[in-house]
């Protein structure tokens, strides 16, 4: 089959390789009908996360069809059309029977990886390093899904799979990075970062009661499709973001700040080269300020919620603002089981359609010229599809 | 088997440790090994006694003895030498339990796992299952070479003794026989090689229910002897003994909560892709 391998450091390519096959009893194989990039694709692309090995298969955005199933998989039957969350769950551990799927006990098999550098190990990731398990991804023709009895969730045929195809990160992920922002009803959130992510953390907002959103970027169109989504916006290249953040909350501060940028933050301020000098000189892995803004520009009491990733080690977080404004940190990667019913549920009533944040609609042999295109976001390009077969 | 032809004792490994199983008045109050330590004092001792067994010669007699001290030492927590030499393991432990992987790394434990004390292991890992099953899936010891990757078989010989057969480096392998020493249902098992087998080495498991599900805690002990069967003892351990028991344990919990053992092998990769071509 075909697969997008990641080789090295801002090359990947198109590779004929094996066809998955089912290894444990509770695997299904996959074939692929839509598999997108995410943002934090290009953290691998970039080189940021460790334990990548070349010829790994990427891709954890991924839906199609059950085509084989293990003798441990009772609830599917090929020809069922599926999607995939992110993060590979157990379904028994005292993790995932507490909905902390993305914390899973079990399915990393290189734990020790992790543990090494985390202390414990998160869940395994569909294509997303050896540290996180080493799994090939899904920007392939087929992909071999485990604990298939509990992580690929059905969907109606009456949704196109640009409507569903983002259940399996994004959408979730921006959902939850709403959700931990503790919102009641009237409340103002400040979004870094209007990539696919901002995008659904702005919508997710409205969706859980938000009042106000203000959205944070730099890049005209992904403002653009802030303000489509409801949201006022600032240009972190022009606007001065805390100053014109507390004139537009009375002084006061937004309630809540999602950093949906994560650790290659791009800046214009001396912190950025400050960052992105340590960075290249390996003091430190990760840039990061969008999250030192989010947290000055909290409001006391307030919640920082933060989806954008994190993978090693950040400098000067300014926690003394943390702690003396009494914030709180919320942030993990998504618990993509646990958000997938309900959210389902919102797109089949029209309260959202995910598909407006799709910008390039590609084969998958346009993988390698898809990923510069969308990491230097040129061609107006938000969201890749990719269409396997 | 091929090992345990040719093996050779350091003579001077076995003066170094006390023969014979002593008397002890009151054990608890002269615990002198540390905890890991002690779970390798019973391998070890494991480890040997098999050596010993295997060669009916005087050094095989000598093995033997050494296999047993170092087995007493791990089930009682004393040790002789220890105690005549003034050394105390045991103190500023405490912490370590069900800590083993934080105790494992320090200095003191590779000062500790190498020369002539032995190997002690002690990890700990919570189950989400009941204690009930739990146990005895450990119980049965043909279930452990599912997860224990060292292992290549046990079979239950007769009420209490086991057949284990390991592997070794380069196709070869090591026996020995063991039996159980001590078993409370849903509390604890322990195991020790037989006198006079291959290879002198026990554990022991303990089970405790707590709040995340059940909490096993267990002890591992050998004694690498010289030669070439402490080559392939050692070769068995790997560099981290604790190491590979922890991921033994993690498969061991993998196996009773999902049924499986979570692999990425056999799977595509751009690398089996080249080497097809």
Redesign the interface.
């Known amino acids: 089959m075909k697969a997008v391998c990641w080789e090295r450091t801002h090359h990947v390519a198109v590779e004929d390789v094996p066809d998955p096959s089912i290894l444990n009893p509770r695997d299904a194989i996959v074939r692929i009908t839509s598999t997108a990039i995410c943002g934090s694709d290009l953290h691998l692309y970039d080189g940021f996360i460790p334990t990548m090995q070349a010829g790994d298969i990427l891709g954890h955005e991924f839906m199609g069809e059950v085509v084989e199933v293990g003798t441990g998989v009772s609830n599917l039957q090929k020809g069922d059309r599926v999607i995939v969350p992110f993060p590979i769950a157990c379904g028994r551990c005292f993790f995932c029977t507490h909905d902390l799927w993305s914390c899973c006990d079990n399915s990393n098999p290189n734990a020790a990886l992790a543990e090494k550098l985390y202390g414990f190990s998160g869940a395994g990731l569909f294509g997303y390093s050896h540290m996180m398990g080493g799994y090939a991804g899904g920007q392939a023709q087929y992909a071999r899904v485990p604990y298939a009895d509990v992580g690929p969730f059905k969907v109606p045929a009456t949704l196109t799979d640009e409507q569903v195809l983002f259940l399996t990160d994004i959408f979730p992920t921006g959902y939850m990075a709403a959700e931990n922002c503790d919102l009641t009803g009237g409340e103002t959130i400040a979004v870094w970062g209007c990539g696919p992510v901002g995008q659904f953390a702005i919508r997710s907002a409205f969706l859980l009661g938000a009042k106000r959103v203000i959205a944070i970027d730099t890049v005209p169109e992904r403002l653009q499709m802030a303000v489509d989504g409801g949201a006022e916006t600032l240009d972190s290249l022009h606007d001065d973001v805390f100053e014109r953040l507390k004139d537009l909350t009375g002084g006061l501060g937004p309630d809540a700040c999602i950093d949906a940028v994560g650790m290659e933050a791009h800046g214009a301020k001396a912190d950025y080269w400050y960052d992105k000098a340590k960075t290249m000189t390996f003091m430190a892995t990760d840039r990061a300020s969008a999250l030192r803004q989010a947290i000055n520009s909290c409001r006391k009491g307030g919640v920082v919620s933060v989806p954008g990733v994190y993978g090693g080690f950040v400098d000067k977080v300014p926690l003394g603002a943390a702690f003396n404004k009494g914030l709180k940190l919320r942030m993990g990667q998504t618990h993509v089981h646990k958000y997938l019913p309900r959210l389902l549920q919102h797109i089949e009533k029209g309260d959202i359609d995910p598909s407006f944040v799709v910008t390039h609609t590609v084969s998958l042999d346009s993988a390698p010229e898809m990923y510069r295109t969308f990491r230097d976001k040129k061609d107006g390009c938000i969201k890749v599809v990719m269409k396997p077969h | 088997m091929a090992v345990a032809t040719e093996q050779r004792i350091d003579p001077t490994l076995v003066r170094s440790q006390p023969f014979g199983w002593h008397e002890s008045e009151d054990i608890n109050s002269q615990v002198n090994v540390g905890r890991i330590e002690r779970w390798m004092s019973l391998i070890a001792g494991g480890v040997l006694a098999a050596y010993a067994i295997k060669r009916r010669t005087a050094g095989g007699g000598m093995a033997a003895l050494a296999a047993g001290e170092l087995m007493y030492r791990g089930a009682t927590g004393h040790c002789h030498l220890y105690q005549a030499l003034g050394v105390n393991h045991a103190e500023g432990h405490a912490f370590e339990r069900g800590t083993g992987v934080i105790a494992d790394r320090g200095s003191d434990t590779r000062r500790r796992l190498g020369g002539r004390r032995g190997i002690h292991v002690e990890e700990s890992v919570?189950v989400?299952r009941p204690i009930a099953e739990v146990y005895r899936f450990w119980r049965d010891f043909e279930n452990l070479p599912r997860f224990m990757r060292h292992l290549e078989s046990v079979a239950i010989r007769e009420e209490g003794v086991s057949h284990w057969a390991a592997k070794g480096p380069a196709g070869t392998r090591v026996e020995w026989d063991a039996r159980i020493i001590n078993d409370v249902e849903n509390k604890v098992i322990g195991w020790q090689s037989l006198d006079g087998s291959t290879v002198a080495t026990a554990g022991s498991v303990n089970f405790a229910e707590t709040s995340?599900?059940t909490a096993v805690r267990v002890h591992l002990q050998y004694n690498p002897p010289a030669g070439k069967l402490g080559s392939t003892i050692a070769w068995l351990l790997g560099e981290e003994p604790g190491?590979q028991i922890?991921?033994d344990l993690?498969r061991f919990?993998?196996l009773l909560?999902?049924?499986?053992?979570?692999?990425?092998?056999?799977?595509?990769?751009?690398?089996?892709?080249?080497t097809?071509r």
């Open positions: 919570t989400n995340h599900g190491l922890r991921e993690r919990k993998a909560e999902t049924g499986e053992i979570p692999t990425t092998e056999g799977q595509p990769s751009g690398r089996t892709a080249r097809r």
